[in-house]
């Protein structure tokens, strides 16, 4: 089916839309809307939150010493005694930042001369633990007068502090969430955990979090003044600390993803030229753009292989940059309100799960949309087509999904900013940042963008890795392979004169497999939304449990076999193991019927409405009994019990066959 809008041409096929031949064209379209959309990075009550230049009148010019000069660390009593003037502890949390956000600049002021005076010597305060948990140098690069080493800073030690903070109450939630918990209150004191919900816990304060992680940055937009209160702050966190055991957590996994294939060579004045023309760069975001690029000098050549730490801190600053860029095009393309390319502080910022989602609900608002009227047209149902897709290409798109949004995919922009990884290897923080600069050279004029044609191409070509309908087909065809060794040891031991005993549970399971096996394998569609996405998890791992079940015995077989014609096995044994050969046949046919019923179930799946999704109580059930069973049919293989595994494999197939007659899968 083809489609036209705005944008050009698209195709839609199994679901995904792929750019027609001449819808690269579409593109300049958006690059003259792109070059005169430049909505400033800070919304005005942004701005004036991070003023620091303001009068006022109602807090004192010249505040009592509530850092201690040597440790730069926060005297609790001075400083709470001083929040107790300005801010009654009766209002809710949000009013107390708002009336607390004056009082903050002035202790923000504060530190930043306290720092001053002690010249190069800041790093004496940094108390032992503080240097185990910051990398060397972390915490001084917020000191940085150089932007690019400030925003890298701001980066990393504001998603280590979220750690850090997490530790204390055990669980991974959001900072804000966890500055709400009384454990956090009582270790750290009450006055510094208000100054935190001011930089990071509220909207209506700094919000330093979700303006860094968010893509609102640039190389000046966060003072060195509020740095130097984060670095104070930090420094006094770590000293309330220093009796507090942690219990350890396991090892982060490192971001990776194998068998990448190499892209064209980009040189660094390449890279400049497509950031200095790309119209998706915000221009206050140039100069951090062009400072990466120096950074990411080592990326460019492949020769060179980073530290893994560099690694995650380039990827980090990344992410920030390309994020915003994305937003804008959301933006543009979506006919969104304008406000969300800048940092409101009124309310939390679109996500990337909600920009790269299949449909945008027209209910919300869209005060930008008139402005945008040449891209914007609203379709006949309640939900408007995302046409991001069209303006990137399936290839890129594959490639930001594997990257930002499949679950099983490595999630990136998550990890990072809650720090849930140690480290991104060399070839993934590569492939990031190249796939970052095709995208911006979608946006460039046509004389550059013909020059980095190869780099645009590569991605063209790219086909999702992550996505759960190929992790599903990939279980499945490793479960043929374990099918076809189990057919090939039973024809190699058909050779041997041996009688094996069927098992009772045979007859019965051989009658449920006729009816099984008349399942037809659906049609399947190639793009999922959000709300399917606990489903396929379900369907994942259940396929990683029939896995280990298959490939668990195929082992047995081969072991088994192996003892029995060097003449090893005992009579108990030997007789073992005609039973598992008598019943080989009725298992190899059990795992090709589950085949067939996963791919029934994702044909149910891709049927459902997300209206259904919630009421659809009944499916999930026996999605989470089809686990369980495969779960303990593991443990049977490695203990030999067959009899268990047929009784196990019997209640298995049931469940799915009565599913299908009761309508509750749906038939092709």
């Known amino acids: 089916m083809i489609l036209n809008n705005a944008l050009g041409k698209y195709v839609v096929m199994d679901g995904l839309r792929y750019l027609d031949a001449d819808a690269s064209q579409s593109n300049d379209h958006l690059n003259e809307i792109l070059r005169t959309f430049n909505p400033s990075l800070f919304s005005e009550p942004i701005t004036k939150i991070m003023c620091l230049d303001e009068s006022l009148e109602h807090i004192p010019q010249s505040l009592p010493p509530l850092l201690d000069p040597e440790t730069l660390v926060f005297i609790e009593p001075a400083l709470l005694n001083c929040i107790e003037q300005v801010t009654p502890t009766s209002l809710d949390l949000d009013s107390r930042v708002i009336s607390f956000i004056p009082l903050c600049k002035r ?125 104070c702050t930090i420094c006094s966190v770590n000293s309330r600390l220093t009796t507090k055991s942690f219990k350890k957590r396991p090892s982060s996994p490192i971001l990776d993803i194998p068998n990448l294939t190499q892209c064209p060579d980009l040189s660094t004045r390449t890279c400049q030229t497509i950031i200095k023309n790309s119209s998706l760069i915000h221009p206050e975001q140039r100069a951090l753009w062009l400072a990466f690029i120096e950074l990411s000098t080592p990326l460019l050549l492949r020769s060179q292989t980073l530290d893994l730490s560099l690694n995650k801190k380039l990827s980090s600053l990344n992410l920030v940059l390309l994020q915003h860029c994305l937003r804008r095009l959301w933006v543009v393309t979506s006919g969104s309100d304008i406000g969300r390319c800048s940092a409101q502080n009124t309310e939390f910022y679109i996500t990337l799960d909600e920009m790269f989602s299949p449909e945008i609900p027209l209910n919300v608002p869209r005060p930008g949309a008139s402005y945008f009227s040449s891209v914007y047209t609203k379709s006949k149902s309640n939900e408007e087509e995302n046409v991001l897709l069209a303006s990137l290409g399936s290839g890129t798109f594959h490639a930001l999904l594997d990257l ?35 995208i911006l050279a979608r946006f460039c004029d046509d004389d550059v963008k013909s020059m980095n044609i190869e780099v645009i191409s590569h991605f063209d070509l790219y086909r999702h890795r992550f996505h759960p309908l190929n992790l599903i087909l990939d279980s499945l065809s490793s479960i043929d392979r374990s099918v076809g060794k189990l057919s090939g040891l039973v024809k190699e031991m058909e050779n041997l004169d041996l009688e094996p005993k069927k098992l009772d549970f045979v007859e019965e399971l051989e009658s449920l497999l006729i009816n099984t096996s008349v399942i037809s394998e659906p049609s399947m569609k190639l793009f999922i939304g959000q709300a399917k996405t606990k489903y396929y998890s379900l369907l994942l791992q259940i396929l990683r449990n029939t896995n280990s079940y298959s490939t668990e015995l195929v082992e047995v077989c081969q072991n088994k076999s192996e003892l029995f014609r060097q003449r090893k096995l005992r009579s108990r044994q030997r007789q073992n193991f005609f039973n598992l050969l008598g019943s080989l046949p009725v298992f190899m046919r059990s795992l090709a019927a589950s085949r067939v019923l996963i791919y029934h179930a994702v044909f149910h799946i891709e049927s459902l409405e997300s209206a259904e999704f919630e009421e659809n109580k009944e499916f999930v059930k026996l999605l989470k009994s089809s686990l369980k069973c495969f779960e303990n049919l593991v443990t049977y293989v490695g203990q030999c019990k067959w009899n268990e595994i047929g009784k196990f494999l019997i209640v298995h197939h049931k469940n799915w066959i009565s599913a299908i007659n009761s309508g509750l899968l749906l038939k092709e």
Not at 193 to 207: A, I, T
Request: glycine share 6%; hydrophobic share 40%; proline share 2%.
């Open 107 to 231: 202790i923000a002021l504060q530190c930043h001369d306290t720092i001053l005076t002690k010249s190069t010597k800041v790093d004496a305060s940094l108390t032992p633990l503080t240097r185990s948990i910051w990398r060397s140098g972390e915490l001084l690069q917020l000191l940085s007068k150089v932007g690019v080493e400030r925003s890298l800073a701001l980066i990393t030690v504001i998603s280590r502090l979220e750690w850090v903070i997490s530790y204390l109450v055990d669980r991974r939630l959001y900072l804000k969430d966890n500055l709400l918990s009384n454990c956090v209150r009582e270790i750290l004191g009450p006055g510094l955990v208000l100054v935190l919900q001011c930089l990071f816990g509220c909207v209506k304060g700094f919000n330093l979090k979700n303006l860094t992680w968010h893509g609102f940055l640039s190389s000046s937009n966060v003072p060195k003044e509020i740095c130097s209160l984060l670095y």
């Open 404 to 438: 930002l949004i499949h679950g099983e995919g490595l999630r990136m922009r998550d990890k990072l900013s809650h720090c849930e990884c140690a480290d991104v290897s060399t070839a993934t923080s590569r492939h990031l940042l190249y796939l970052s600069l095709a």
